[in-house]
């Protein structure tokens, strides 16, 4: 039970403090740096803008893929194991999802443009990818214990 409470404050508190950022940038916020930017971009597609061909759709296959891995997070028990960084995961695909649904693309803002000129990304973004690292980390060099006697 306390993992699950974990796993929904992070999921909750990363899915606010994206949408908060994010509608900065769609208010207006401009910021212009040596190296980074902070401007508002919708991203139609998925990472650097693939599969933007995809169109309307694309929102509702995200919809169901972050649908699918909290049935199987769920379902297999991840929860007590990676509680913080799957909520990490999940409020940010939730933000970037919820985006979709209301701007018709996500809104990206941190524009990179230091050597390349096409990374453009945001805090839920940071999010999942911290998620990742995290669960790979704890995956790899603390395994579970097996119960064999």
């Known amino acids: 039970m306390r993992s699950f409470f974990i796993f929904l404050l992070v999921a909750i508190g ?3 403090i994206d949408q908060n950022i994010k509608t900065l940038f769609v208010e207006g916020y401009y910021r212009a740096g040596a190296c980074i930017d902070l401007e508002l ?10 599969f933007a061909f995809i169109g309307p759709y694309l929102k509702w296959i995200q919809a169901l893929l ?7 997070v769920l379902k297999e028990g991840y929860i007590k194991r990676y509680a913080f960084p799957i909520g990490l995961l999940l409020g940010g695909a939730l933000g970037n999802v919820y985006d979709r649904f209301v701007h ?3 809104v990206d803002y941190v524009a990179w443009h230091c050597g390349f000129n096409y990374a453009v990304f945001n805090f839920a973004d940071v999010a999942i990818d ?3 690292a995290w669960i790979i980390l704890v995956a790899y060099f ?3 214990k097996s119960e064999e006697k």
């Not at 971009?41 to 693939?50: I, L, P, T, W």
């Not at 972050?66 to 199987?72: E, F, H, P, R, S």
């Open 41 to 50: 971009h919708y991203n139609k597609g998925v990472a650097f803008s693939m």
């Open 66 to 72: 972050v649908a699918g891995i909290l049935y199987v």
């Open 14 to 16: 990363t899915f606010i």
């Open 104 to 106: 018709e693309g996500v």
């Open 142 to 144: 603390f395994p579970e």
């Open 130 to 132: 911290i998620a990742i």
